[in-house]
């Protein structure tokens, strides 16, 4: 793992972008948390960024960094950048930038980019653009405490707006009963997808499951629906 110059080995790049890899353009908090979480998986990780210290940081740390104007498409080109066949635009803070590095990648042709976007106004100029993947890190974790916070909720991960997963606890109307004969789905709209007795590994849940108290249970449907069942005792 080497930090190279702008204008350093081609191959080299091309050689990383042919393995599991993925280019992470912008080593701020969140891009470096990226970064780091996806070489600790295994993958391979291009990273690049204008500033100095960003990428002082991360030398020796990712298989490649190299500080680079990541919205010049010249100096995309020149990293090999067009190889990749993920890339992450996880620049925070400066618009301009996103715009600039998102539309240049998407002239180059990458069949999956992702980015991060600040705000709801950058979000829907970055889906306008074209970018394959909009994310907002800040605006989704709030959600998600939000809920976590005003309900019984173990955890929670929105599949898309209006559709969740929700962990919980099982109601105690569940108890003893296999849920195929519950009405679950009927009276409440949601499924149990899985459950996960003390001690032993997560199960798929199917109409014969028996659930006890001290189960834990994924439940899956529209958020509302769902946050509402997790609530029931």
């Given at each position: 793992m080497a930090r190279r110059s702008?204008?350093?080995?081609?191959?080299?790049?091309?050689?990383?972008?042919?393995?599991?890899?993925?280019?992470?353009?912008?080593?701020?908090?969140?891009?470096?948390?990226?970064?780091?979480?996806?070489?600790?998986?295994?993958?391979?990780?291009?990273?690049?960024?204008?500033?100095?210290?960003n990428?002082?940081?991360?030398n020796n740390r990712l298989t490649q960094v190299v500080r680079a104007d990541p919205t010049n498409p010249e100096v995309l080109r020149q990293l090999s950048i067009d190889q990749f066949d993920r890339v992450v635009v996880a620049i925070g803070g400066n618009l301009a930038a996103s715009i600039l590095t998102s539309s240049a990648l998407l002239a180059l042709g990458l069949p999956a980019i992702w980015a991060k976007a600040d705000t709801e106004e950058h979000a829907l100029i970055l889906e306008q653009l074209g970018v394959h993947h909009v994310v907002q890190p800040e605006s989704e974790m709030g959600r998600k405490v939000a809920h976590l916070v005003r309900g019984a909720a173990l955890d929670y991960v929105e599949i898309e707006r209006g559709y969740a997963v929700v962990k919980s606890s099982p109601p105690e109307r569940l108890w003893g009963t296999p849920l195929g004969k519950t009405g679950l789905r009927k009276e409440f709209g949601v499924t149990i997808a899985a459950y996960k007795k003390p001690g032993a590994e997560w199960t798929n849940a199917d109409a014969d499951t028996v659930l006890e108290a001290d189960d834990t249970i994924l439940i899956v449907g529209p958020t509302r629906k769902a946050e509402g069942f997790a609530q029931l005792r």
């Open positions: 702008l204008f350093g080995d081609q191959n080299y790049t091309r050689r990383i972008a042919e393995a599991d890899s993925v280019a992470v353009i912008g080593l701020g908090r969140f891009g470096r948390s990226l970064a780091l979480e996806l070489m600790a998986g295994g993958t391979e990780v291009l990273g690049i960024d204008i500033v100095e210290e990428v002082q940081s991360l």
